[in-house]
């Protein structure tokens, strides 16, 4: 059965340093992979995508992504982080025959000044 | 327009109550869902409209009563809720098909039962 692993509950990082949060899935073929953010008491919004092609995706806000097969990962990155970054990040992958959005446990991401 | 529009963003209800969630999209999708989300954790998903007609029901129980009128309204009706039914209720839309298989939420209705 396809799943996601986000194995770092919280993250904190200072204001204006990098970032990677991380994300390994289990998935028999090559899979649909997303990451969502979701600020307190709202919804969840796409980040980025990956279906195919280039590994490397680029995202909303600043953020990228980069798919490695070969370790199951799609880790979420940014060069230069800012307090408004500060919020849930859901690694997600869409269940084989679509419509079912399958969510890892997230990583909280607290900033600092 | 890319929005979806939940109502009420909040809601308090008794265990005898019943009450409806509303939800409404005009991008022309073509599929609807409600999750369920707990503080602290991921959304759930409870059920999944395809053109209409329901596609997946994830085992929910029969308190909730999700209905698809149109193609751009989603409603979770909702009768005898327990106390651990309080959580926030996220609705979402995609197009089905497509190869923009992302969601689009809403920012949910915050559900206590008392």
């Known amino acids: 059965a396809q799943s996601v692993t986000q194995p770092d509950i919280h993250i904190t990082v200072s204001e204006g340093a990098s970032l990677e949060l991380r994300c390994n899935y289990s998935y028999g073929a090559t899979p649909y992979l997303f990451w969502y953010v979701q600020s307190p008491g709202q919804g969840l919004q796409l980040l980025l995508k990956y279906f195919s092609g280039d590994t490397l995706v680029q995202g909303i806000k600043g953020f990228e992504a980069e798919f490695k097969r070969s370790q199951s990962s799609f880790n979420l990155r940014k060069p230069s982080v800012h307090w408004s970054d500060a919020a849930e990040y859901f690694c997600a992958v869409l269940h084989t025959g679509g419509f079912k959005t399958i969510f890892g446990a997230g990583t909280r991401l607290f900033v600092k000044a | 327009d890319t929005e979806v529009t939940q109502t009420p963003k909040h809601l308090v209800m008794g265990m005898t109550n019943k009450k409806s969630l509303k939800c409404e999209q005009h991008m022309g999708h073509r599929a609807m869902y409600w999750y369920k989300q707990k503080a602290k954790k991921p959304p759930e998903l409870m059920f999944v409209y395809s053109y209409e007609k329901l596609s997946i029901n994830e085992s929910v129980p029969s308190r909730f009563s999700p209905e698809c009128p149109n193609s751009s309204l989603l409603n979770l009706h909702l009768h005898a809720l327990q106390p651990e039914d309080s959580a926030l209720y996220l609705c979402?839309?995609?197009?089905?098909?497509?190869?923009?298989?992302?969601?689009?939420f809403g920012s949910g209705t915050q559900l206590s039962v008392l």
């Open positions: 979402a839309s995609s197009q089905p098909g497509s190869s923009n298989e992302k969601l689009f």
